[in-house]
């Protein structure tokens, strides 16, 4: 009997956790020989190696004059019928509620229609619930998304628990934690790059973010010169955002330029990351921290602040610090902690390695095909 599916999976495709983790699901899933169909209004970024088993339908956006602002969640649902039909999908995985969540219900209902009931299985990555579901008029609808759904996933404890307390939920919620793709990470010390950003008796701290007010980047910064007067070192900052130019202002301000390296977005950040020795991410709220983790995955320990699902992926006093949101000398003090002391500097990048393993693809994987497995005999029954 041939347990192979064909899942349509629906995400944002920009630069992002999400984007990031539906596309490398994805790839995965084809590996294993289920068939992949991504829909989305672009090609996801990552998704540049296509196999046999994997396709993309863009969802085109008319410019009707009728409309004053584009009604992309009507056009996805027509693409996602469209799609289930002729490719005969087996299932729908969206990732986040709306609109790919409520698009797919409306989808789910034109399909009954057909005569086609296909279940959706809905993951929240968090800006969907921390972000919008504090905007009230936004409610009703991710309520009906996420209890009209057939399953659902959420990708930490912390976003579990905080979805169920903001909003009337009756439907159960899964924790499965986002992932990565370990074999991506060489955690080898380039140091023909390393030296291109420091001499050899100075240390790289690393951030990478979208530079939103969420990521606090201005705290980075004040982190680094606290640690930068006691020791030598550099800070790398990696991507791009609306908070670059405060960034930029405060190193100015406090004569640290040519300390601080702004890299821009990078595609691939695993070279960076493995030339580091500290990784900071003092975010007022991260739903999970896949960043932490691929800083992690590269065998760098990481100072971050103790909100959402970062205590799930950086563990206190092992594979790195947690600090009140804010707590720049703290952050600073335990920096200083780890770059003072070889040994325990090498010990927390030890288990920051070993911890990433747990959230390896071979360990995660599994646990969303069983949600799709439990989902498709349920509709054969």
């Known amino acids: 009997m041939n347990n192979h599916l064909k899942i349509g999976i629906v995400c944002y495709p920009t630069y992002g ?26 090609q996801p970024f990552r998704l540049d190696l296509f196999s046999e088993n994997i396709y993309f339908h863009q969802v085109n956006v008319p410019d009707y004059p009728l409309f004053e602002y584009a009604p992309y969640e009507l056009n996805l649902t027509s693409k996602l019928v469209d799609v289930a ?6 299932i729908l995985h969206v990732h986040y509620a709306i609109p790919h969540a409520s698009a797919a219900v409306n989808a789910k209902q034109i399909l009954a229609t057909h005569g086609i009931d296909i279940p959706i299985v809905t ?27 057939d399953a659902v996933t959420a990708v930490s404890k912390d976003l579990k628990k905080e979805t169920l307390q903001y909003f009337n ?18 955690q080898e010390d ?12 100075e240390f790289i701290l690393t951030h990478v973010s979208n530079f939103r007010k969420v990521k606090r980047v201005e705290d980075v910064i004040h982190i ?19 908070e670059r130019l405060k960034a930029e202002q405060l190193c100015r301000k406090l004569e640290i330029c040519d300390k601080v390296k702004f890299l821009g977005k990078l595609k691939v950040i695993e070279k960076m990351l493995s030339i580091s020795d500290v990784f900071i991410l003092p975010s007022a ?58 040994e325990k500097l090498n010990t927390f990048k030890e288990n920051a390695l070993a911890h990433a393993y747990t959230f390896d693809l071979p360990n995660i994987l599994p646990q969303y095909e069983a949600v799709y497995k439990e989902l498709s005999c349920k509709m054969k029954s």
Not at 123 to 149: M, R, W
Not at 190 to 201: G, T
């Open 17 to 42: 956790g999400s984007g990031v983790v539906a596309t490398e699901l994805g790839i995965a899933l084809a590996d294993k020989g289920h068939e992949v169909h991504f829909i989305s209004y672009d």
């Open 190 to 201: 380039d140091m023909k790059l390393r030296n291109c950003f420091a001499k050899d008796d």
């Open 85 to 90: 039909l002729h490719e005969k999908l087996n």
């Open 285 to 342: 709220t991260e739903s999970f921290g896949l960043v932490a983790l691929e800083a992690m995955a590269s065998k760098v320990a990481v100072i971050s602040t103790n909100t959402g699902g970062l205590p799930e992926v950086n563990i206190d006093g092992e594979t790195g610090f947690l600090s009140e949101v804010g707590d720049v000398n703290k952050m600073a003090i335990d920096t200083l902690s780890l770059l003072k002391d070889k």
């Open 123 to 149: 993951t929240l990555h968090g800006t969907d619930i921390t972000l919008l579901g504090k905007d009230k008029s936004f409610k009703p609808v991710i309520e009906y998304a996420i209890n009209q759904s």
């Open 224 to 242: 680094f010169n606290k640690v930068n007067k006691e020791i030598p070192a550099k800070l790398l900052m990696i991507g791009d955002g609306p």
């Open 169 to 186: 939920i009756n439907n159960e919620i899964k924790s499965i934690p986002n992932f990565i793709d370990m074999s991506l990470y060489k």
